[in-house]
């Protein structure tokens, strides 16, 4: 029953209650009765008798409708906390677990390998084109996708193992006890279990993942390292072409350096607004944008297959 109904209920039972009462008291003592009462007595104190029953069985029901709506609104609140709790930790879209928890999860799972001296890999993992269909088709749709692969991403992985979304269409997975031949098997696994196509309301979306790698403690001991690692690795991927990965490598970080020098220069050269107020903005380079635009645009120019209706 609603907490409304309850309300009507009680509201009812109030008026009768103060009804029977009043007659009650108008009987008893009703100066009209003259010198034989007893009958009207009777009446009035039977009537009394009833409205006490009657009043308490109101205090029982209000009682414990109280502690019902109580408990029910106490429920309320727990599964609020509960949701609070765990989308404090985890991507709100998805369901997966999200930067902070993953963070907190390699941190346990490098200190495993530590105390077992085993390795480890961080698998990050971003998804080709899918600018392309939020842009066709909506944010609507470009998150139905994103869940399509999160599930995707959940039904290949090892047990144990962690998947996180760390940022729009970027995850990252935490491997534990992990050789490098490990992570080969698994990251080849993921291009050719993302590389099918993705059936959303009767059409179907092809998307292919570029994924970076970098190893515990080849590459570095802590876990932020080992993430900004592959993350770099991934670009380095996508550079190749994408549906590719790309295991981390010392120079890649001088290759950025040097991108990085390219561009100091260049805004040295024209300054801020450069000879004609554009050269400046041609100038700038930014690695991660450079790969995705040159990639929608190659897509759109050769009218290569994203999306097909079913």
Not at 41 to 66: C, T
Not at 232 to 257: C, L, P, V
Not at 285 to 291: A, I, M, S
Request: proline residues 3%; glycine residues 8%; aromatic residues 10%.
């Amino acid at each position: 029953m609603s907490i409304k109904n309850k309300i009507y209920i009680l509201f009812m039972l109030a008026v009768a209650l103060l009804l029977i009462l009043n007659n009650a008291l108008l009987y008893v003592f009703n100066p009209s009765w003259g010198s034989s009462p007893k009958p009207q007595l009777m009446i009035g104190l039977l009537l009394l008798f009833a409205a006490l029953l009657l009043g308490y069985g109101f205090v029982e029901y209000l009682q414990r409708s109280m502690r019902s709506m109580l408990d029910q609104f106490d429920e309320e609140i727990d599964h609020k906390n509960q949701q609070i709790d765990f989308y404090a930790n985890h991507d709100f879209l998805t369901g997966l677990p999200n930067r902070i928890l993953f963070k907190e999860r390699c941190r346990a799972a490098l200190e495993q390998s530590k105390q077992l001296q085993q390795s480890a890999a961080i698998l990050f993992l971003d998804l080709d084109r899918f600018k392309i269909v939020n842009d066709m088709f909506g944010h609507s749709t470009g998150d139905d996708l994103l869940r399509a692969v999160s599930r995707r991403l959940q039904q290949h992985i090892r047990f144990g193992d962690t998947v996180s979304r760390i940022e729009g269409d970027e995850f990252a997975l935490m491997l534990g006890n992990a050789s490098r031949d490990e992570a080969v098997r698994i990251a080849q696994l993921l291009l050719d279990e993302l590389s099918k196509p993705f059936v959303l309301e009767g059409n179907e979306f092809f998307v292919t993942p570029s994924i970076g790698i970098s190893l515990y403690p080849g590459d570095a001991a802590d876990e932020e390292t080992l993430v900004k690692h592959a993350d770099t690795a991934m670009y380095q991927a996508k550079e190749m072409g994408r549906n590719h990965y790309r295991f981390y490598t010392s120079d890649m970080n001088e290759r950025i350096a040097k991108r990085l020098r390219l561009e100091k220069g260049l805004r040295k050269a024209f300054g801020p607004g450069g000879a004609d107020g554009s050269l400046s903005a041609a100038g700038r380079f930014d690695y991660r944008r450079d790969y995705r635009d040159r990639g929608a645009a190659a897509l759109a120019a050769s009218g290569a297959r994203h999306c097909f209706p079913g």
